[in-house]
C-alpha cells in the first residue's frame, strides 16, 4: 500500500496530462469525420463570385466557408478576450474595500498603541525628574 501512495500520482497521471489526451482524442476523432465527410463529398460545385465563376469541389467550398466562420468567431473572442483582460487589469489596480477596511483598523491599532507608549513615556521621564529634584532625607546611624 505505501508503494501505492507514493506513486499514485505516476499511475492516476496528471490533470494536465489527461486533459492533453482528451484533446488529442477528440482532435483524431473530428479528423477522421472530415476525412470521411470530404470521401462521401467530391462533386464539383460551380460558385458565382460576381465577377468569375468558379467550379470547385464541394467538401473543398465547405471547408473554405468553416476556415472563413471560425476566423471571424477568433476575432470577435479575441476582442472580448482583450477588454476582459483590460477590465481584470483595472480592477487589480483598485484596492480592495477589505484591504482598505483592515488596514485602516491597524492605523488605528498603532496610533492607539504609539499614544499609550508616549504616555508611558512622559509619566516615566516625569517620575525620574521628580526623584532627582527631591531632596534626600539624611539617615541617623
Known amino acids: 500500500m505505501k508503494w501505492y501512495t507514493e506513486h499514485k500520482a505516476i499511475i492516476k497521471g496528471s490533470p494536465k496530462h489527461m486533459k492533453k489526451q482528451s484533446t488529442m482524442i477528440v482532435s483524431i476523432i473530428l479528423l477522421i469525420v472530415f476525412v470521411i465527410f470530404a470521401l462521401l463529398n467530391t462533386a464539383t460545385v460551380e460558385v458565382n463570385l460576381l465577377f468569375s465563376r468558379v467550379n470547385t469541389p464541394l467538401v473543398l467550398l465547405i471547408l473554405v466557408c ?10 470577435f473572442s479575441f476582442s472580448n478576450h ?5 477590465e481584470i487589469k483595472e480592477l487589480q489596480k483598485q ?12 492605523i488605528k491599532q498603532l496610533q492607539d498603541e504609539n499614544r499609550q507608549l508616549k504616555h508611558s ?4 521621564q516625569q517620575e525620574v525628574v521628580g526623584s532627582a529634584t527631591q531632596p534626600t532625607q539624611p539617615t541617623n546611624n
Open 66 to 75: 468553416l476556415l472563413i466562420g471560425a476566423l471571424i468567431i477568433y476575432l
Open 82 to 86: 482583450i477588454k476582459v483582460n483590460k
Open 95 to 106: 484596492p480592495n474595500k477589505q484591504e482598505i477596511t483592515r488596514l485602516k483598523r491597524e
Open 121 to 124: 513615556l512622559t509619566t516615566r
